[in-house]
């Protein structure tokens, strides 16, 4: 019995040290050690020894058993090493080629312009906030003081959602202005407030160089005691010379928004010609701007506000014509247009 073990025990070694993959070790393990392998056989023979022999032969197979887990062990990881350093060998990094360099997105330039606006004014201690696109009938027009007979609608084509109409707010539209986030902040933040509105706005308008029919205005508003349109020009006149980096004068001329009164229109001194006059000013000097003026008591109202004890003012610029203003952009449709040769300009 010795000499058969001995003999297995021989035979298992030199077929490990041969094997050259894993998948012939596997297989030698199942021949020798497996649930139904040689020297398994044995072991589980060994209760039909006799009492002398049992307990020999069961330490010898066992320690053979142990040689063979222990060679087997050894080869795989011979065999590993060797296929490491193989593929090691074969995909070698050659470490100076030139990488492959990501191309890096930038920031829009209407997004670029729009963060310096709102770092100014958040520095003058405006909050900027956010509303629906898809805005309620009440808060883009009657919260404004706009009824539904008002002529002021035909100044902003509007496009209409169908379905959804409920009494207060009545139907669904694609915001026409910035203009509803007045009520709405009102509601929500009551006075003192101070905040501005960057955001897109819709109209149903014939495109041409100057008018689309997505852009983006700046809302702005500030409610609190005894304030009057000499902080507005105050106001706008810093943001100006901030945004430009030099000295921009500003000047109001007599102007209608129904949720204003009285309403102005706010321009500033031509950048370009500083204003002896040119193509860009139109020979005048002035750059027309925005609108805006003093908020109107029943807008107060709508918002909830005591316009007994509080006053205040609201604006709204186009963002877009601004920066076509500021680089010269003589094509408002290139903004949107998604030409890269246009926006990796910027
Ligand atoms: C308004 O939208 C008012 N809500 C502004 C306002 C706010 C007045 C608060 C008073 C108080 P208006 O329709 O004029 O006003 O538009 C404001 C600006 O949006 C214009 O000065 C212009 O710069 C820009 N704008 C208007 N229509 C277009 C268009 N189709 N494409 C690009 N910019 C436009």
């Not at 035909?154 to 539209?173: N, S, Y």
């Not at 706005?201 to 304030?227: C, P, W």
């Not at 186009?318 to 926006?343: E, K, P, Q, S, V």
Request: with cysteine; glycine share 8%.
């Amino acid at each position: 019995m010795k000499e058969k073990l001995k003999k297995l025990l021989s035979l298992a070694l030199k077929e490990i040290e041969a094997g050259s993959s894993l998948s012939t070790l596997k297989e030698i393990e199942v021949k020798f050690i497996g649930r139904k392998g040689k020297l398994t056989e044995i072991l589980k023979g060994i209760k039909d020894l006799s009492e002398k022999e049992k307990p020999i032969i069961g330490q010898l197979a066992n320690q053979y058993k142990n040689q063979i887990e222990t060679a087997i062990a050894d080869k795989t990881v011979e065999i590993n090493k060797a296929e490491i350093e193989k593929a090691l060998a074969s995909e070698s990094i050659d470490i100076t080629i030139p990488g492959q360099k990501p191309e890096l997105g930038h920031i829009h330039p209407l997004y670029q312009v729009q963060k310096e606006v709102e770092e100014i004014f958040n520095q003058m201690g405006f909050t900027v906030v956010d509303g629906p696109e898809i805005e309620s009938e009440y808060y883009n027009f009657e919260g404004l003081n706009i009824p539904e007979d008002h002529p002021a609608r035909d100044c902003q084509d509007t496009f209409f959602i169908k379905g959804k109409e409920d009494k207060k707010h009545k139907r669904l539209v694609l915001r026409t202005h910035t203009s509803p986030l007045q009520v709405r902040s009102m509601e929500k933040y009551g006075a003192p407030l101070r905040i501005i509105v960057p955001g897109r706005v819709f109209r149903y308008e014939a495109t041409d160089a100057s008018h689309d029919a997505t852009f983006h205005q700046v809302e702005g508003m500030l409610i609190d005691k005894n304030i009057s349109l000499a902080h507005l020009k105050g106001v706008m006149k810093e943001f100006l010379s901030r945004l430009f980096g030099k000295e921009v004068n500003v000047r109001f001329r007599p102007g209608y928004f129904p949720f204003v009164e009285p309403g102005v229109e706010l321009d500033f001194s031509c950048l370009i010609c500083l204003g002896a006059g040119c193509r860009v000013c139109k020979h005048t000097g002035w750059v027309e701007f925005m609108g805006a003026g003093m908020t109107h008591p029943n807008v107060l109202k709508a918002g909830g506000i005591d316009s007994k004890k509080y006053q205040g003012w609201a604006f709204g610029f186009g963002l877009t014509r601004l920066i076509m203003m500021r680089y010269a952009i003589n094509d408002i449709r290139l903004l949107a247009g998604g030409d890269l040769r246009f926006t990796k300009q910027f």
